[in-house]
Nanobody, 128 residues
Framework: EVQLQASGGGLVQSGGSLRLSCAAS????????IGWFRQAPGKEREGISC????????TYADSMRGHFTISSDEDKNTVYLQMSSLKPEDTAVYYC?????????????????????WGKGTQVTVSS
């Protein structure tokens, strides 16, 4: 059974940091890329970043660059999203997702239709 378990969310003050984790199981981890997405209340889900587990290359959405850092630990089948300088507008449910990269190297943040597996989200709330 494929599982993607996101964790690490919570309540943090503006300017604070959080590290989210996405633990994967049930599929060949390094054949996939893992992406982080978020959905704020009343807004569409948006892509943040992805990492190709096989080669470790990463991609960030332009608006997220410098604000988030994605990394992976293949020994633990886990992908992390380090978030810093958080603002109230970062309040959202954060999701991790697995997909097969369409390119030979790295990954591109896919549309939601191209995701193979979604995890349940973890709530991040940033207070002002």
């Amino acid at each position: 059974e494929v599982q993607l378990q996101a964790s690490g969310g919570g309540l943090v003050q503006s300017g604070g940091s959080l590290r989210l984790s996405c633990a994967a199981s049930g599929f060949t981890f390094d054949d996939y890329a893992i992406g982080w997405f978020r959905q704020a209340p009343g807004k569409e889900r948006e892509g943040i970043s992805c990492i190709n587990i096989g080669d470790g290359l990463t991609t960030y959405a332009d608006s997220m660059r410098g604000h988030f850092t994605i990394s992976s630990d293949e020994d633990k089948n886990t992908v992390y999203l380090q978030m810093s300088s958080l603002k109230p507008e970062d309040t959202a449910v954060y999701y991790c997702a697995a997909f097969v990269p369409v390119q030979e190297w790295g990954c591109s943040i896919p549309s939601q239709n191209d995701i193979d597996y979604w995890g349940k989200g973890t709530q991040v709330t940033v207070s002002s």
